[in-house]
């Protein structure tokens, strides 16, 4: 499908940046923005009008492990002290066993769905390559190809990579992220872990760090210094520490900070969600007047810039691939209306070009546009019906046969 690009123009669209918001006439080509300009292009071309809405770069995932695509989230009455603990709780669930017997493919399908609903079309999975790879082409949400990793910086890591040192200076030399949680918790071992990221020689641009739980002021500068990146997932924390980062002293200190929703077992439905946790917790600090835009950029130009993908994603430019979403004007303040927005507002979401959701009176264009797609309803059957790509219903169907009973996912709220 890939190959077989339509080329089309959305007009008067309210185009949103860092800056605000502009009237825009946008031509795709390609799978890429081939222009923005203020007149319409005289092309004979398939034309949407995207009058009286707000078009959005698409958001990226800034973490998550798809393989852990299931629900419901598992624990949440103790609150620990390192993740290991919360990790042997999930691992002897009942919940961590019925997963267990589903296909990996299934489970990846699961999570891309998840991510649409969130209007994410680029997500970094967590998760040594030999498990991802298979699973990267023909998926329909886009799988961060380059980057290396840990698990973590601590005794009881699990053996992803070939240790932080060495995970690093290949990330440095590619030019591509080295991902890895850090200070998953608030034991002695976590609270050590950023001296051990720095003897290591794994603190630097390329450095991705998710969590960064027990740091404060003196390591969120250095981190800012070494132009590292943090990665926050708000959600996932509480529900398994009861406690989150210190993201005032993150963004005091000017650290690129993107958003994670973490596993769907520990974390947020979506990102959209996440970042209404997260405003809820940025009202607490300084930043509580320009909290949407800050997440915003979070979710956009921020994470495009800390998995190095700067130069196709995060901002809607001429030459970037063309992943974008409309949303109905909830408010006249872009970085608001997006923060009230829940996956049922989402016009439409486009990937490379091509729709992959959207509302059920667009269906036309899906066709127009060649994308083979699915009518579904969210939660609630008397109200409008949308289009996605492929089927989730068969996946969902597989599940109900490989379990033998009807399973409903919180991320993924399908009614016949
Ligand atoms: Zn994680």
């Not at 669209?13 to 390609?30: C, P, T």
């Not at 989230?73 to 290991?84: D, F, P, Q």
């Not at 850090?182 to 034991?187: A, K, M, Q, S, V």
């Amino acid at each position: 499908m890939d190959n077989n690009f339509v080329n089309w123009e959305i007009q008067n669209a309210d185009l949103v940046g860092m800056e605000g918001s502009f009237k825009k006439n946008i031509f795709i080509k390609n799978g890429k923005f081939d222009s923005i300009q203020d007149e319409l292009s005289n092309s004979d071309v398939a034309l949407f009008d995207a009058r009286d809405l707000f078009l959005y770069p698409a958001l990226i995932n800034s973490h998550d492990h798809m393989i852990a695509s299931y629900s419901p989230r598992v624990g949440g009455k103790v609150k620990y002290n390192n993740w290991l603990s919360w990790d042997n709780e999930l691992k002897s669930s009942l919940v961590f066993s019925e997963r267990q017997t589903l296909d990996i493919s299934d489970l990846y399908q699961l999570g891309a769905y998840r991510n649409l609903l969130g209007a994410t079309t680029t997500v970094m999975d967590h998760i040594p390559h030999f498990v991802n790879r298979s699973q990267i082409d023909g998926l329909l949400v886009r799988l961060v190809k380059d980057y290396t990793l840990s698990h973590s910086i601590c005794s009881y890591s699990l053996g992803w990579g070939d240790g932080a040192e060495i995970e690093y200076s290949l990330a440095k030399q590619k030019k591509i992220p080295f991902v890895t949680h850090l200070g998953e918790g608030f034991d002695e071992e976590s609270q050590r872990s950023f001296e051990s990221l720095k003897k290591q020689n794994a603190l630097g641009e390329f450095s991705v760090l998710v969590h960064c739980l027990p740091f404060g002021t003196k390591e969120a500068k250095e981190i800012a210094e070494a132009n590292a990146n943090l990665v926050w997932c708000p959600s996932s924390n509480l529900h398994i520490f009861g406690r989150t980062t210190n993201i005032e002293s993150f963004i005091d200190a000017k650290v690129n900070i993107s958003l994670g929703t973490d596993l769907a077992m520990a974390g947020s439905e979506n990102i959209l969600t996440e970042m209404k946790l997260a405003h809820s917790l940025l009202q607490e600090t300084k930043y509580k007047k320009n909290a949407a835009q800050i997440l915003f950029q979070m979710v956009t130009s921020n994470a495009a810039k800390s998995l190095q993908l700067s130069k196709n994603l995060g901002t809607v430019d001429v030459g970037k691939s063309a992943d974008f979403f409309l949303l109905k004007k909830k408010s006249e303040n872009p970085y608001e209306n997006l923060l009230l927005s829940e996956p049922r507002d989402i016009v439409l979401l486009v990937k490379d070009g091509k729709p992959v959701f959207g509302k059920g009176s667009l269906e036309s264009l899906f066709q127009e546009l060649q994308v083979v797609s699915e009518t579904i309803y969210l939660g609630n059957k008397d109200s409008e019906h949308f289009q996605i790509l492929g089927s989730p219903k068969n996946v969902m169907k597989k599940l109900q046969s490989s379990l033998g009973y009807k399973k409903d996912l919180a991320f993924l709220p399908l009614v016949e």
